[in-house]
């Protein structure tokens, strides 16, 4: 059934979201993890790296005798590791260089330098190739000297970011994976959730059917004795014939209401068979409106239509019918005495669109939304009082999804509402 199928694949949907976040915070978080992680490790060899250049630097500077060999201190360090010794005047005073291929930019970034003492950056800078190279820096004073001097230790950790994000590249293609898997056992899940759920409507919806169609028989023979009774002139009573009166209106409107409920329970089934053809609109609304003058005018209600033009639409012409004399009927009941009811007909962007509009009591916005549901009635006491069962704007919405149309609804409470119909003029793998 349509209405499962739907609940299926929002279940499915509403799964593989929750999934997706869940694997977006997990990534973002494992990302986070390992960037604090580098940035720690890295961060506290420089700093050691810095502390003991600048120590050794200050020794020396107070021993002007001896001579500074800046490969003592580099010779048991990582290749990548560098220090550059500046004085207050910018002269390079000592240094282990880079390598030859990132030497201008750290230059640059020295030449830029910005961060307090002992803080430490990450400096970035795309090649040619689109490649990043990236550097890890901290600066050091150095006391001891007659002149003012400045430390840059430095790493290139390229190849530490260029390895994490790698790795955050295939959790995001393994994650990708899990979605897709997490999608097709979604499914599969809420299947099996929705399956008890299913049956137990299928039986409710089968009570139904069965016993609405039990019902018509015995509604027809209440309705022709009643018809017998009233036309018998032996009874003249004027409480019994109000009495037999009674009786037919309640009998008409358990028939309705069991018509309206084997035509919603068909729909559900599919069993609804459209007998589609080609048709002329106008006509078709022009007749509906004529059906419902005499009830307008009990009313005093101004009901017509107006900008009819012919425009054929393929559709099943009793059902087409009638789903305008729904929405013309609940119009007129709607709309207290003195009111108007207008029918529209325009077309737009390869549709034909008809409108039945009232001056009535309108929705209130919290009703709009549920008035297509079944059994629903804005004023209940109203409805009760005209007849109604909630039944008609259900049935209405089922005829316009069988047409491929749609149907909107424009409404202020208390001042009147506005259904729109908007109509294929081919519909798809038809005429």
Known sequence: MGIFKRSRMRLTIAYSIVMFVFLSALISLVYKAMDWSIFSEQEKEIREMAENIATTQNYYNQRPDLSFDENQIYRNSNDRLFFYIFDENRRLLSFSRATFRIEPFILDVISKWSLRENSVGIFAKANEQGRSTRVMMTSRKIDGGRVPQTVYVGKDVTALYSGMQKAIYIMI??????????????????????????????????????????????????????????????????????????????????????????????????????????????QIIEQQVRIMQPLAEQKQIDLRSIDLESVEVPCDEQKMKQLVLILVDNAVKYTPDGGSVTVKMWQSRGRVNFSVEDTGIGIKPEDREKIFDRFYRVDKARSRAMGGNGLGLAIAMEIVQLHQGEIDVESEFGHGTKFIVSLRTKLKGGI
């Open 173 to 282: 293609f393994l994650a990708f994976i899990a979605l897709i898997l997490s999608l097709i056992f979604g499914y599969f899940l809420a299947g099996r959730a929705m399956k008890p759920i299913e049956q137990a409507y299928e039986r409710q919806r089968q009570f139904a059917a069965d016993a609405s169609h039990e019902l018509r028989t015995p509604l027809a023979v209440v309705m022709a004795s009643a018809d017998l009774l009233m036309n018998d002139p032996s009874i003249q009573n004027p409480f019994l014939k109000q009495v037999i009166e009674d009786v037919r209106d309640e009998v008409k409107k358990m028939t309705r209401l069991v018509s309206d409920l084997l035509t919603v329970i068909r729909s559900e089934n599919n069993a609804l068979s459209l007998n589609i053809q080609r048709f002329d609109l106008s």
